[in-house]
Nanobody, 126 residues
């Protein structure tokens, strides 16, 4: 069974931090790039960050660059998203997804993902 499960969401004040986790089951991160996406109410899903299967290289959209860090532990088949300096506009449901189509990924590409997690809510509010 191939599956992704996110965790780590919650409610924080602006400027706070959260670390999201995405655990993969049934496949190796050596062959699947992992993307983090988010969707706020009334908005379409957008990419946030991704980590490439080829070499673990990372990419970010401009709005989170310098604040978010994506990383992976291939042995544990887990991808993390460390989110610092959170802003209210970061509020969304965050999803991880796996793609075998990319060994080099871009967070601006949201298609060609094979598996999706259930999402975890991140709320940034004062």
């Amino acid at each position: 069974q191939k599956q992704l499960v996110e965790s780590g969401g919650g409610t924080v004040q602006p400027g706070g931090s959260l670390r999201l986790s995405c655990v993969a089951s049934g496949f190796s991160l050596d062959y699947y790039s992992i993307g983090w996406f988010r969707q706020a109410p009334g908005k379409e899903r957008e990419g946030v960050s991704c980590i490439s299967s080829s070499d673990g290289s990372t990419n970010y959209v401009d709005s989170v660059k310098g604040r978010f860090t994506i990383s992976r532990d291939t042995a544990k088949r887990t991808v993390f998203l460390q989110m610092n300096s959170l802003k209210p506009e970061d509020t969304a449901v965050y999803y991880c997804a796996a793609s075998s189509a990319f060994n080099v990924c871009s967070p601006y590409v949201t298609y060609e993902y094979d598996y999706w997690g259930q999402g975890t809510q991140v709320t940034v509010s004062s």
